[in-house]
């Protein structure tokens, strides 16, 4: 299983590498908005602190723009990954791109028939939004259970996972057990997922009673 860091912030991601938690990056516009410096600067500085894949994600809507779009990116560096809306223009840009050998993402997934679709046009990776489902009252888990079935049982769809839009410890912990590929998470979940009160009780208790022996 990896786990990628869900964020185009430098500083957060060389803390999840420190921790074995940076297999790879996934941006998008909104999350390299919030970062200083230009769309390219960014993300080519994002590539040269990981080894893993870096999913950067075109702003076209129509298929010529997106295949453009995508070779530029794909430019920046050898581990650049194409991150393409889940659109009918979006899809005949993925066999196009996918023919080139150039690796793609199809993002904004939230159904199983559109990450059927996904990876039957060649898709490397599909991206399910947990998160924003539940946010409306569907449940992102079982759309998650439902495409790794769909993806176990039919082998020739060679696509992965990635699930995305992950909100809690919890869905970290259901993801895993559920054996989901590639989980991309956001730093501050990591620390979520780093900490327990019980934990922190214990420290607290054995540095008290280590005073007793300290100065003997
Ligand atoms: C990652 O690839 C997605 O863009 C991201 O996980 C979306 O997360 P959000 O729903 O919290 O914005």
């Given amino acids: ?12 991601i060389y803390q999840a590498k420190e921790l074995g938690l940076a297999d ?9 908005a919030k ?17 893993g894949p870096v999913h950067a994600e075109v702003l076209s809507l129509d298929s010529d723009g997106i295949v453009k779009e995508g070779r530029e990116l794909a430019k920046i560096a050898d581990n650049i990954v194409i991150k393409i809306p889940m659109l009918h223009d979006g899809l005949k840009a993925v066999r196009i791109l996918n023919a080139e050998g150039i690796k793609t993402n199809v993002t904004l997934v939230f159904s199983a028939g559109q990450a059927i679709l996904a990876a039957k046009a060649g898709a490397t990776y599909v991206c399910p939004f947990l998160g924003r489902l539940d946010d409306i009252c569907h449940d992102g888990l079982e759309l998650l259970s ?3 079935t769909i993806f176990v049982n039919n082998p ?5 996972i990635i699930a995305a839009s992950i909100r809690t410890p919890a869905h970290v912990v259901e993801l ?6 590639i989980l991309t998470v956001p730093s501050k979940l990591l620390t ?3 900490k327990h009160p019980l934990t922190d009780l214990g420290i607290e208790q054995f540095c008290k009673d280590a005073e007793k022996f300290k100065n003997l």
């Fill in 1 to 12: 299983m990896d786990i990628y860091v869900d964020s185009a912030n430098l500083n957060e």
């Fill in 24 to 32: 790879g990056v996934t941006t998008n516009p909104t999350l390299i």
């Fill in 35 to 51: 970062e200083n410096g230009n769309f390219e600067e960014i993300l080519k500085n994002i590539c040269s602190e990981v080894t």
């Fill in 146 to 148: 439902s495409i790794r």
């Fill in 156 to 160: 020739d769809l060679e696509c992965q």
């Fill in 176 to 181: 895993a057990s559920m054996g989901v590929d």
């Fill in 192 to 194: 979520q997922l780093e």
